[in-house]
């Protein structure tokens, strides 16, 4: 059954230091995501990707954060600066249609110290 | 408007006992309803989903109830089980356009107790 994986399962870093979260989507959906769960609360969306640009992003997704989609099969997150705060589970997802159902990856958590 | 409200925020069944989680959302924009459920340390998993223009969706053991004029809309686990147990999630979203973002309920911890 085709999923999303993510990689690394898990990231420490060190205050201040860049980090990139790898995704492979599911080959033929077009549309790609980022959310993010801090422990214990709910997910939230960071961004949303369709048409090699980015589509939606919240207001968390600020100036430190990018994405990219650098070939036919992976789309990454770059924060350029990581902060105490964006310690979180990162989870990357994709849809084949606009309205129809996300899969997620197994998430990434990232830990900033 | 953007969000989607869930209760309870803990809920502890018995064995073989129904499970109900409820969700209700401001948003008219909406028109697509996805509950996932999530282990500890694992990706949300989409469980089942549901549209307006139905009031109920069964898939085995999961009911979603939609209740369209009153904007809410709730998961029923009959015959719940101990492997039931985890975070359940419900979602909300808009169908077409470039983006269908979820914006996700606060979460409900089910217990099932053997």
């Known amino acids: 059954e085709p999923e999303v994986t993510q990689t690394p399962s898990h990231q420490v870093t060190q205050m201040g230091q860049e980090v990139i979260l790898r995704c492979v989507p599911i080959s033929n959906h077009l549309y790609f995501y980022w959310y993010r769960q801090i422990l214990g609360q709910k997910v939230e969306f960071l961004v949303s990707?369709?048409?090699?640009?980015?589509?939606?992003k919240s207001e968390i997704f600020d100036d430190q954060f990018s994405v990219e989609r650098p070939d036919g099969s992976n789309f990454t997150l770059k924060i350029r600066s990581t902060k105490l705060e964006d310690s979180a589970m990162y989870f990357c997802?994709?849809?084949?249609?606009?309205?129809?159902?996300?899969?997620f990856g197994q998430g990434t958590r990232l830990t900033v110290v | 408007q953007q969000q989607v409200k869930q209760s309870p925020q803990s809920l502890i069944v018995q064995k073989g006992g129904i499970s109900i989680i409820n969700c209700a959302y401001e948003n008219t924009a909406f028109d697509y309803f996805p509950w996932y459920q999530q282990f500890p340390g694992k990706g949300p998993a989409l469980l089942i989903a549901?549209?307006?223009?139905?009031s109920e969706k069964k898939e085995g053991r999961f009911t979603i109830s939609f209740n369209k004029s009153a904007k809410q809309f709730s998961l029923h686990i009959m015959d719940s089980q101990p492997g039931d147990s985890a975070t359940y999630f419900c979602?909300?979203?808009?169908?077409?356009?470039?983006?269908?973002?979820?914006?996700f309920g606060t979460g409900t911890l089910l217990a099932v107790q053997p």
């Open positions: 997802a994709s849809s084949n249609q606009a309205g129809t159902e996300a899969f």
């Open positions: 990707f369709y048409n090699n640009e980015i589509s939606e």
């Open positions: 549901i549209r307006p223009d139905v």
């Open positions: 979602a909300a979203s808009t169908h077409g356009g470039a983006t269908n973002k979820l914006i």
